[in-house]
């Protein structure tokens, strides 16, 4: 006897493939901001258009410096490295904090639609905004009619 997981689908007539499309962070709704390690990394959202594909990312308290925004092939990489450090030094005691905070997360793009020397980002009110082109040919067209000789 084998165990099977499902996931509480009640589209059993989708075959295992999907499950695994729809498994990946792209499609994960259900993500609750842990990372393996059981830290906080800040929420995405992910939206896509006909034209472009949006990200936006909640990291209030950073500077636009605190961000790495990578495009590795078809896989985008947001990254952070954040250190503070405070030292205050009265008569007789010193008193020093300090915190550091990273994070890193991954998603994979459809191969061979971005178009990667078009890619925007700006950071503004807490949030990380990307817009990430589609190729002109990866567009969805509308509808054309074809006339019968």
Do not use: C
């Amino acid at each position: 006897m084998s165990l099977i997981k499902r996931n509480g689908n009640h589209f059993s007539a989708f075959p295992a493939f999907f499950d695994d499309l729809f498994a990946s962070e792209l499609f994960n709704w259900n993500n609750n901001n842990h990372s393996s390690t059981s830290t906080t990394v800040p929420s995405v959202n992910i939206h896509e258009t006909n034209d472009n594909f949006e990200v936006d990312m909640a990291a209030p308290g950073m500077n636009k410096e605190d961000f790495k925004v990578e495009l590795d092939g078809n896989t985008l990489t947001i990254s952070s490295n954040k250190k503070y450090e405070q030292e205050d030094k009265q008569e007789g005691y010193t008193r020093r904090e300090f915190s550091y905070q990273s994070f890193q997360r991954s998603f994979t793009l459809p191969k061979d639609v971005v178009d990667e020397d078009k890619i925007e980002a700006r950071y503004d009110n807490g949030i990380l905004h990307l817009i990430i082109p589609k190729k002109e040919e990866a567009k969805k067209k509308a509808p054309r009619l074809i006339e019968i000789a």
